[in-house]
């Protein structure tokens, strides 16, 4: 050991750039800030917060519990219920393909996401058939998180699961908002807007949800099946109709669009929103906040993803200057048009189109952006999302790979998986939508 009391190799170690070691920093309490956002949306944790403060519905003599869990946070909430109740208990969990978790002894579904399948149709019926079998001194509790619109999808008579899975890839590549689309294709099912409670009267509903929609309006979660619709028959038209989807659906949808509307009025109900995006906004900063100046922006991130980039890209230069190490945290959900044929996400398509305008105006200090879904998959694919730094697209240029054009390709998965810029969390088991990360070094 030489006299400073390091080892002899410390000498031998190659030179490293203290650039490129501030940006693995960097990247790393980016990370840090979104695991932090993840553990604030635990959805047991979250249920049984609330549960302290409402305590469950009693069974009338002889009646039973009867609990649907509906989304990519069913299995967890679940878990977290089923120990409360006690006599006799009912349970169906209703959750995406891949997500294994256990949910304790309830009948489990794994269903298509974000397009149907057979398995969720096969689910919807097993709800449909659980809820009309309900009666008055039944107790419905329903555990609703996002996902649950593709999940749970139960066509009115006369259209199909394939018209259904058609309607919905055109709403899923038509740059639609979260709102917009649910007003849709609540109109499209019996057991959305509302028709979960129809189908459970006489027996009380109590729901718990966990949002992740921006603004946490119930009716738009998981399409709101114990809530009252969005919107009605006609505005789901003009709605399909000004995004110029209209002429190419199954004539079986349009026909219903444009049958009566239901005009009846719903059985009350007791919902209770959970949990959201905005605590898991703040949880970010905190985790942040020891090492570095925070700014959590309370303007959520939506609409389309290329705006929304231009908005980050503005907060860099703004910023540029700042005294010290920078946190910007927002939440949100962007959307994305579909115009090529690649593969990606929005919040992968973000984070490189992020990088794509810093690298036209370089910054004369290091950043990252990290953009990320809190359920762990960003579009159809196995990444949560992506963090990008000042060398992503050197990085992809480099290796001859051509950003502009993986970007009009919607091939962001592609590009980031080149450039080493994804990130990769598996399924989380919570839904609370999307938290980004810009770290100024
Ligand atoms: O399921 C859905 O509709 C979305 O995740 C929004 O909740």
Same mark, same amino acid.
């Given at each position: 050991m030489p006299r400073s009391g390091k080892p002899r190799y410390w000498w031998r170690k190659p030179a490293r750039s203290p650039v490129r070691d501030r940006i693995a920093a960097l990247k790393e309490a980016a990370r840090a800030g979104f695991d932090a956002a993840v553990r604030r949306a635990d959805p047991g944790r979250a249920l049984a917060r609330c549960l +302290?403060? $409402?305590?469950?519905?009693?069974? !009338?003599?002889?009646? /039973?519990?009867?609990?649907?869990?509906?989304?990519? #946070? +069913?299995?967890?909430?679940?878990?977290a219920l089923l120990p409360q109740l006690t006599g006799r208990v009912e349970a169906i969990c209703?959750?995406?393909?891949?997500?294994?978790?256990?949910?304790? @002894? +309830?009948?489990?579904? /794994?269903? !298509? $996401?974000?397009?149907?399948? $057979?398995? !969720?149709?096969? #689910?919807?019926? #097993?709800?449909?058939?659980? *809820?009309?079998g309900a009666g008055p001194d039944d107790r419905v509790i329903a555990l609703i998180s996002g996902g649950g619109s593709a999940l749970l999808p139960a066509p009115p008579p006369g259209v199909t699961l394939a018209d259904k899975q058609a309607l919905n890839a055109a709403l899923l590549a038509s740059g639609l908002d979260i709102v917009a689309m649910n007003l849709v294709r609540q109109q499209i099912s019996q057991l959305k807007g509302g028709g979960f409670l129809r189908l459970a009267a006489p027996a009380p509903v109590t729901a718990f949800v966990l949002s992740d929609v921006v603004g946490d309006d119930l009716r738009a979660i998981a399409s709101g099946p114990t809530v009252a619709p969005l919107g009605t028959r006609a505005e789901a038209r003009a709605i399909l109709q000004s995004a110029d989807l209209w002429d190419a659906l199954p004539a @079986?949808?349009?026909n219903h669009l444009q049958g009566p509307e239901d005009r009846s009025p719903l059985p009350p109900a007791s919902n209770h929103l959970i949990g959201g995006n905005a605590h898991s906004v703040e949880a970010a900063a905190k985790a942040l906040s020891p090492d570095l100046s925070v700014i959590a922006d309370p303007a959520p991130l939506t609409g389309d993803v290329s705006t929304a980039a231009a908005r980050i890209f503005t907060a860099l230069q703004q910023h540029r200057g700042h005294e010290g190490p920078l946190a910007l945290v927002w939440g949100g959900e962007t959307t994305v048009r579909l115009t090529g044929h690649g593969l990606g996400g929005r919040n992968q398509e973000l984070a490189l189109r992020? #990088?794509? *305008? +810093?690298?036209?105006?370089?910054?004369?200090?290091?950043?990252?952006? *990290? @953009? !990320?879904?809190t359920d762990g998959r960003d579009g159809p694919t196995d990444a949560a999302g992506a963090i990008t730094d000042q060398n992503s697209l050197p990085r992809l240029r480099k290796i001859g790979a051509d950003p502009e054009a993986l970007l009009a390709n919607n091939d962001s998965h592609r590009a980031l998986t080149l450039s080493r810029d994804l990130l990769l969390t598996g399924a989380t088991g919570t839904n609370v939508a999307d938290v980004q990360i810009l770290l100024l070094g």
């Amino acid at each position: 050991m030489p006299r400073s009391g390091k080892p002899r190799y410390w000498w031998r170690k190659p030179a490293r750039s203290p650039v490129r070691d501030r940006i693995a920093a960097l990247k790393e309490a980016a990370r840090a800030g979104f695991d932090a956002a993840v553990r604030r949306a635990d959805p047991g944790r979250a249920l049984a917060r609330c549960l +302290a403060q $409402h305590p469950l519905p009693v069974p !009338g003599p002889g009646g /039973r519990f009867l609990v649907v869990a509906v989304g990519k #946070a +069913a299995p967890a909430m679940t878990r977290a219920l089923l120990p409360q109740l006690t006599g006799r208990v009912e349970a169906i969990c209703v959750t995406q393909t891949g997500n294994e978790e256990a949910a304790g @002894s +309830a009948r489990v579904f /794994r269903a !298509g $996401h974000p397009v149907p399948d $057979h398995t !969720g149709a096969e #689910a919807a019926q #097993a709800v449909i058939a659980l *809820l009309e079998g309900a009666g008055p001194d039944d107790r419905v509790i329903a555990l609703i998180s996002g996902g649950g619109s593709a999940l749970l999808p139960a066509p009115p008579p006369g259209v199909t699961l394939a018209d259904k899975q058609a309607l919905n890839a055109a709403l899923l590549a038509s740059g639609l908002d979260i709102v917009a689309m649910n007003l849709v294709r609540q109109q499209i099912s019996q057991l959305k807007g509302g028709g979960f409670l129809r189908l459970a009267a006489p027996a009380p509903v109590t729901a718990f949800v966990l949002s992740d929609v921006v603004g946490d309006d119930l009716r738009a979660i998981a399409s709101g099946p114990t809530v009252a619709p969005l919107g009605t028959r006609a505005e789901a038209r003009a709605i399909l109709q000004s995004a110029d989807l209209w002429d190419a659906l199954p004539a @079986s949808i349009r026909n219903h669009l444009q049958g009566p509307e239901d005009r009846s009025p719903l059985p009350p109900a007791s919902n209770h929103l959970i949990g959201g995006n905005a605590h898991s906004v703040e949880a970010a900063a905190k985790a942040l906040s020891p090492d570095l100046s925070v700014i959590a922006d309370p303007a959520p991130l939506t609409g389309d993803v290329s705006t929304a980039a231009a908005r980050i890209f503005t907060a860099l230069q703004q910023h540029r200057g700042h005294e010290g190490p920078l946190a910007l945290v927002w939440g949100g959900e962007t959307t994305v048009r579909l115009t090529g044929h690649g593969l990606g996400g929005r919040n992968q398509e973000l984070a490189l189109r992020v #990088a794509a *305008l +810093a690298d036209a105006r370089p910054l004369a200090r290091p950043w990252v952006f *990290l @953009s !990320g879904g809190t359920d762990g998959r960003d579009g159809p694919t196995d990444a949560a999302g992506a963090i990008t730094d000042q060398n992503s697209l050197p990085r992809l240029r480099k290796i001859g790979a051509d950003p502009e054009a993986l970007l009009a390709n919607n091939d962001s998965h592609r590009a980031l998986t080149l450039s080493r810029d994804l990130l990769l969390t598996g399924a989380t088991g919570t839904n609370v939508a999307d938290v980004q990360i810009l770290l100024l070094g």
